[in-house]
C-alpha cells in the first residue's frame, strides 16, 4: 500500500491519554491495526488544493480562513485488550474498570451531549518518519465482522477516524509505549444476537435469529471550535447532531421468521423497533476448561469403538487412531461442533479430550461415554476426569441498543431465511443513551 512521499513499511501508531486540551503527553501504548495512510495537516502541503495557492505551514493570520486540524484513518482487528483507547475516544470517556478478581468490566454509555471522550497524543509513523497529532478525538467508529463463510471465522474490526489539532514531526516514538503482552481478537463465529421487545430487560433478551454479518456505525458528532484569535489553531472541540446505525446479517428460523420479521414485511413502511444485545465471547479471564481422558483398557488388538456426547454418537473409530481423528469423529457432533473440543494425545490412546468455546466449563464428569463391543477380540474403555471444569468469566464486548429497523429477505437456506437488516439506533431509557458498549477483559 503507497502513499505520497514514499513506500509504507512498519507503520504503527502508538497512544497516550490527555489531561487537558494543548498539553501533548507521551504515548503509552501502541494500538493494533495499521493507518490507511499518514497524518494528514489541512491547509498545508499536505492538501495543496485547500491551501488557497499557499504553501506555508502554520501561516501566521489565517484564522479567518477557518479551523485548522489534523486527521488519520486507521483500521485493524478488535482485540480485547487494546480497543479500549478506540472507545473511550469514541463512546464514552472516562471510563475506569470495576472487579476485584482477575477479570476487568469497563461500561461506556454513549456520549450523547457533553464532550466527555478521552483527548488523546497519537504518534504514528514507520522505521524512518514519525508525526505527532495531539488533541485526538474520534469522529467517527465503526465495529464489524464480514458474512460468515468457510471455514466461517471472520474476526471483527475496526475503522476509526481520528481528528487532531496539528501535525507535528518528532524525532521518534515515545520510549516505553507498550503493547500487550497477549491479545485477542474477537471472532465473527463467536458472536450471537438477542434481540427482544422494548419492554425486555437486555440481559434476558433471547437468541431468537442467528447472526451472520454486523456493521455498527458511531459517528461522536464532533466538530472543532475557534474561539477568536489570528491564529488557525483549534481551542476547542463542539458536538453537532449525531445518528448511530447499523447493518445485519440475520438468519431466521421460520419462528423467528413470524416473531420478529413478518409484522414488518406486511406492514409495508413501519418500522421494527426491538432491543438487541450483540455479544462476542473470548476465551475465560478466570475458571478453567474441563478435560477428560480415554483409555482403551483390556488386550484388544483391532476393530472400533464409538464415543456419546449429548444423546449423539461418532462413526466408528478405529482402535489405533490418531488423536486427530479422534478430534475429528468428535467434532461432527453438532452437541459438540467445529470449535468445541482439542484432542491431544499418542495413536491409540490414551487421548485427552480438552472442551472448548461455549463447552469449556459446562461439560461434567461422565458426559463423554463409550461403547466397545467391536473391539476385538475384546476391549473397554476409561473415561476420567483430567481438570474439572469451573465456570469462570469470559472476556466479552457486549454491544446493547434500542434499535428500529427494516428487514428485507435476501434468502432462503434448509428452511431458514437471510435477512439484510439496516437499523438506527433511539434512545433508551434503561442505558441512558441510544447505545452502551461493555468490555470485559483481564486488563486493570
Known sequence: MGYSGGERSFHKTAWGKQTALGLAVPTTAYLAGDSSGMVVLDRSPDAINEDYGRLSLHEAGRGSYGVRFATLARRGVVRFEDIMPALGAGVAG?????????????????????????LATIEEGDDKTVFQMPDALLTELRLLF????????????????????????????????????????AMGHLTRAYMGS??????????????????????????????????????????????PTGTFTFYADAAAKTAIFDPYNT??????????????????????????SLTITGSPTGG???????????????????????????????????????????????????FTGAL??????????????????????????????????????LFD?????KAVPVADSNGATVYQAAAEMVYDTALGSDYAITLVNGIA
Not at 474498570?97 to 466527555?116: E, F, N, P, Q, V
Not at 462413526?315 to 461432527?332: D, K, S
Request: one cysteine or more.
Open 360 to 397: 469449556g466449563n459446562t461439560v461434567s464428569p461422565g458426559a463423554i461415554t463409550a461403547t466397545t463391543t467391536s473391539l476385538t477380540p475384546s476391549g473397554g474403555m476409561t473415561v476420567a476426569e483430567v481438570v474439572p471444569g469451573i465456570l469462570g468469566i469470559y472476556k466479552a464486548l
Open 198 to 243: 422494548t419492554a425486555t430487560a437486555f440481559a434476558a433478551l433471547s437468541e431468537q435469529v442467528g447472526l451472520h454479518a454486523c456493521e455498527l456505525v458511531m459517528p461522536t458528532g464532533v466538530v472543532t471550535r475557534k474561539y477568536g484569535g489570528i491564529t488557525d489553531t483549534l481551542d476547542g472541540y463542539g458536538r453537532a447532531k449525531r445518528e
Open 304 to 354: 472400533t469403538f464409538t464415543l456419546t456426547f449429548g444423546a449423539q454418537t461418532t462413526a466408528a473409530i478405529a482402535l489405533g487412531a490418531t488423536a486427530a481423528a479422534v478430534q475429528t469423529a468428535l467434532r461432527a457432533l453438532s452437541t459438540i461442533g467445529e470449535y468445541g473440543c482439542i484432542v491431544t494425545g499418542a495413536a491409540g490412546g490414551p487421548w485427552t479430550v480438552l
Open 267 to 292: 406492514g409495508g413502511t413501519v418500522m421494527g423497533e426491538k432491543r438487541i444485545r450483540v455479544s462476542v465471547r473470548g476465551s475465560a479471564v478466570t475458571g478453567t476448561n474441563e478435560s477428560q
Open 146 to 185: 464480514s458474512d460468515l463463510a468457510a471455514p466461517g471465522n471472520s474476526p471483527w474490526t475496526t475503522q476509526e477516524s481520528w481528528i487532531g489539532s496539528d501535525k507535528i514531526a518528532v524525532g521518534g516514538f515515545t520510549a516505553g509505549a507498550t503493547m500487550p503482552t497477549s491479545a485477542e481478537t
Open 401 to 405: 441498543a434500542r434499535i428500529r429497523f
Open 94 to 118: 472516562g471510563v475506569a474498570s470495576s472487579g476485584s478478581g482477575a477479570d476487568k468490566t469497563r461500561l461506556y454509555t454513549a456520549d450523547m451531549t457533553s464532550s466527555s471522550l478521552d
